[in-house]
């Protein structure tokens, strides 16, 4: 995980063989009676392709694949507002979710900070890297018949909803 961060922090993806790595210390919650969620993997076509033939190897399939649809200047205003506890790691956000006493956590006190990988010049480098890497991971899952779209414009409990709602439809 401490090699995860160092990419992370610049903004930058983490490699196919340091995410499957991390993917294969989990594995037996992929095996969980009650389903799984991936949250940020696979991002890449290889990783994709790896998790397919592990589950293929362990007779499991995916039910669907969620593509969380936003505008550019929507993903660069979450991100570029988010700020973090450096004690506790709750989330805040200067505009929607600021804190009671800026720079201050409301739930432990600790100190907010601006994450590295939400900087300006890192949210554009992870801007790229999707556009190179994660994309083509659209096709992919359409091909397969698995792709889900969900609008995630508004509130947190509108899109768990509209989430929710796509995943029942798919069975």
Excluded at 49 to 73: T, W
Aim: with cysteine; charged share 25%; proline share 6%.
């Amino acid at each position: 995980m401490a090699e995860a961060k160092k990419y992370v922090q610049h903004g930058d993806l983490v490699p196919d063989s340091t995410m499957w790595e991390m993917i294969l210390e989990r594995d037996h919650c992929i095996r969980c009676p009650a389903g799984f969620l991936l949250d940020g993997f696979p991002r890449t076509l290889v990783q994709a392709e790896q998790l397919a033939a592990f589950m293929k190897n362990e007779g499991l399939s995916l039910n669907a694949v969620v593509d969380y649809e936003i505008p550019l200047p929507e993903i660069i205003a979450r991100l570029g507002g988010r700020r973090m506890c450096e004690k506790c790691h709750a989330i805040f956000h200067v505009t929607w979710r600021p804190p009671k006493i800026e720079g201050q956590c409301d739930d432990c006190g600790g100190r907010l900070y601006h994450r590295e990988d939400d900087w300006p010049d890192a949210i554009a480098t992870r801007l790229e890297a999707y556009k190179h890497s994660t994309a083509p991971l659209i096709q992919f899952y359409k091909a397969l018949g698995l792709l889900t779209p969900v609008n995630v414009v508004g509130s947190a409990e509108d899109i768990y909803a509209r989430t929710m709602a796509a995943l029942q439809a798919r069975g």
